[in-house]
């Protein structure tokens, strides 16, 4: 299993340009997540999903659209990046457990991240 | 709202010293709590967790106790090696329907010296 899986590893863009960062699981794991890593503020939650064809807002959504059309695959868009969009980008994915259990529940996995870098 | 406290890195310690990395949140109920590791150049890995108040989470030599009375989850470690150096996240999962999100803190960058 490759577990969970970010394309691309790097990226510049300049201000105003569009690109789309993919992530990818084996597992099988029906919620899926973006987090952006900033220095000295942990990972904020972008958007998330909780199963095909579905997806929400975390905590700083802005400037961030998301889609899930298959469960394996969670695409992060930014339509018009801009600097403060500079950023390292972690997807992870997380199995919901058996109702009733705590096993596996809430454990999520991460990918390698993505490093990107808007000037 | 749900937020979580680590103690301002970095952490410079030498090889074999006794680590203790705090850890204190904030959040409605009685949330689940997670210890994360990032080693350099990698993504996230859990460490260990801890589902209830009194849950004792181990893994690799690393102990966190969630103690509901302090809202603590600290993290320690009786002899730590030049391997142990990565960056440490303390997380907690609120109770809440139809999602598991994670709240993270800031991050403790700790650094082991042969």
């Known amino acids: 299993n490759a577990g969970v899986t970010q394309t691309p590893k790097f990226r510049v863009l300049k201000t105003g340009q569009s690109m789309t960062l993919l992530c990818a699981q084996d597992m099988n794991h029906e919620y899926m997540y973006w987090y952006r890593q900033d220095p000295g503020m942990g990972l904020r939650l972008i958007h998330y999903s909780v199963g095909e064809g579905t997806t929400a807002k975390g905590e700083v959504p802005d400037g961030y659209n998301v889609s899930r059309l298959k469960k394996q695959n969670f695409l992060l868009g930014l339509e018009s990046a801009a600097p403060s969009q500079t950023s390292v980008y972690f997807c992870?994915?997380?199995?919901?457990?058996?109702?009733?259990?705590?096993?596996?529940?809430?454990?999520?996995?991460f990918g390698p991240g993505t490093r990107l870098t808007v000037l | 709202g749900n937020s979580v406290t680590q103690m301002e890195g970095p952490v410079t310690l030498s090889e074999e010293a006794f680590l203790t990395i705090n850890c204190t949140y904030t959040?409605?109920?009685?949330?689940?709590l997670f210890w994360y590791v990032q080693y350099p150049g990698e993504g996230l890995q859990l460490l260990l967790k801890?589902?209830?108040?009194?849950d004792k989470g181990s893994n690799k030599g690393f102990e966190a106790t969630y103690r509901k009375e302090t809202t603590s989850f600290h993290l320690e470690k009786g002899s730590v090696q030049v391997s142990d150096s990565a960056v440490y996240f303390c997380a907690l999962s609120p109770i809440e329907l139809g999602a598991q999100k994670l709240v993270f803190g800031q991050g403790t960058r700790l650094t082991i010296n042969p």
């Open positions: 801890a589902t209830k108040a009194d």
């Open positions: 959040a409605t109920g009685y949330p689940s």
């Open positions: 992870a994915s997380s199995y919901p457990g058996l109702a009733g259990s705590s096993l596996h529940r809430n454990e999520q996995f």
